[in-house]
């Protein structure tokens, strides 16, 4: 059974930083596009923060410049490296897995929450 486990969030103050880390095991880790999304409350799920069975990276422009993605396929886990943290970021960040080399079969993870507040 494939599970993704997150960790890493909590409370921080704006303008601090925080590590998201996302392992998982039952897959070929570096066969997946790996992925972090989050959702706020009222929102829509939100893309944040892409990286490829390549290494290539994309993210959306809300985060762009502070968050960073990066993956140590030795250890089968996924990092999100979050920096300059505004109110606005506080959510439920989830880690995906999807397989890059056909379309549908993909996981996800449980969910750590983070949230930014004085």
């Known amino acids: 059974q494939v599970q993704l486990v997150e960790s890493g969030g909590g409370l921080v103050q704006p303008g601090g930083s925080l590590r998201l880390s996302c392992t998982t095991s039952?897959?070929?880790?570096?066969?997946?596009?790996m992925a972090w999304y989050r959702q706020a409350p009222g929102k829509q799920h939100e893309l944040v923060a892409h990286?490829?069975?390549?290494?290539?990276?994309t993210y959306p422009d809300s985060v762009k410049g502070r968050f960073t993605i990066s993956r140590d396929n030795g250890k089968n886990t996924v990092y999100l490296q979050m920096n300059s943290l505004k109110p606005e970021d506080t959510a439920v960040y989830y880690c995906?897995?999807?397989?890059?080399?056909?379309?549908?079969?993909?996981?996800w993870g449980q969910g750590t929450q983070v949230t930014v507040s004085s």
């Open positions: 990286i490829t069975s390549r290494d290539s990276t």
């Open positions: 995906n897995a999807a397989y890059a080399f056909a379309s549908g079969e993909n996981y």
């Open positions: 039952a897959i070929i880790f570096s066969m997946y596009d």
